[in-house]
């Protein structure tokens, strides 16, 4: 049990879908993050929050939205998405944000794209 | 942009068989971690090396940090079924624009059979 626990585990959508995904930590942290695991590649960092503000944002494409209303909730919104966005699509949080902190990762969730 | 080399991608070996992960780079880092993930789960940090030379062990696993804070290396000992999964390393940078991010290397798979 890590603690930050996401849904949903699996989604399949068409390119003209909206979808959210969803993020809860329940270890009192600061920081909370996306990031997108594909095949082969390194973990790619999308977004940073910290303190419910976005602190990072790594050239991601617009047709992913994200949303912290609190230091406990992360969302990421889809809409219009690509193929090639299809992933597994991992949620993180730290106490803070500095580089040295341990991560805690949820699940994730394994996204098809249509 | 910092780059982390993870060798090798894949691993296939009997249990009982000894092996090493490597983890090089040409940059610094101030801290490495190494995170194991299971199939269907996310990474869960297994060790943070912090001083150049330092050796950890956990179990039948040894971690090295590079004298020079560059490379890594995870050695395990009489592999079991159950050590079976993704492995990354991720270093924290040092300096320069790169300062306190996370680099992800992009994994090596290990499967220890039966």
């Known amino acids: 049990e890590t603690g930050v626990t996401q849904t949903p585990r699996h989604l399949v959508m068409g390119m003209t879908n909206k979808k959210s995904l969803k993020c809860e930590q329940h270890?009192?942290?600061?920081?909370m993050y996306w990031y997108k695991q594909s095949a082969k590649k390194p973990l790619e960092l999308m977004f940073v929050y910290n303190f419910k503000e976005q602190t990072e944002n790594n050239s991601v494409p617009s047709r992913f939205s994200p949303e912290c209303p609190n230091s406990s909730h992360l969302f990421l919104h889809l809409h219009t998405l690509q193929p090639e966005d299809s992933a597994l699509y991992l949620c993180a949080s730290s106490q803070d944000v500095q580089g040295n902190e341990k991560l805690f990762f949820g699940s994730g969730t394994q996204l098809s794209v249509l | 942009t910092q780059l982390l080399e993870q060798s090798p991608q894949f691993l296939s070996i009997q249990e009982g068989e000894n092996l090493t992960v490597y983890c090089n780079s040409s940059s610094v880092f101030s801290s490495l971690q190494w995170y194991r993930q299971e199939p269907g789960e996310g990474p869960v940090l297994l060790v943070t090396v912090v001083t150049g030379g330092e050796v950890k062990k956990l179990k039948r696993l040894t971690f090295q940090f590079g004298d020079a804070r560059k490379d890594s290396s995870l050695h395990i000992t009489a592999a079991q079924p159950g050590d079976t999964g993704l492995y990354l390393c991720?270093?924290?940078?040092?300096?320069?624009?790169?300062?306190?991010?996370?680099?992800f290397g992009q994994g090596t798979i290990l499967t220890v059979h039966p």
């Open positions: 991720a270093g924290v940078g040092a300096g320069g624009t790169s300062y306190g991010k996370l680099t």
């Open positions: 270890l009192g942290h600061n920081a």
